[in-house]
């Protein structure tokens, strides 16, 4: 077994194993709660939620899902 095969194995188990953790840490702490709220932060009075205020070259910039050819 190379050195090679020994970092490969030993990341594929250590990664996934960090993930976890980290996930569990963040449900223990409390982080994960509220998550409809914190979504909400960028907006305030200037720009509300569902109102489009960015502005391109002096014109409404629009997503280009909703551009019709």
Known sequence: MGVITFILIGSSIAFPAVALWALW???REGQ???ADKASL??????EPVGQMTDVVLNRPFAPA???KS
Do not use: K, V
């Open 25 to 27: 840490w963040a449900g």
């Open 32 to 34: 994960l709660r509220h």
């Open 41 to 46: 932060l960028p907006f305030d009075e200037q």
């Open 65 to 67: 899902a909703s551009l």
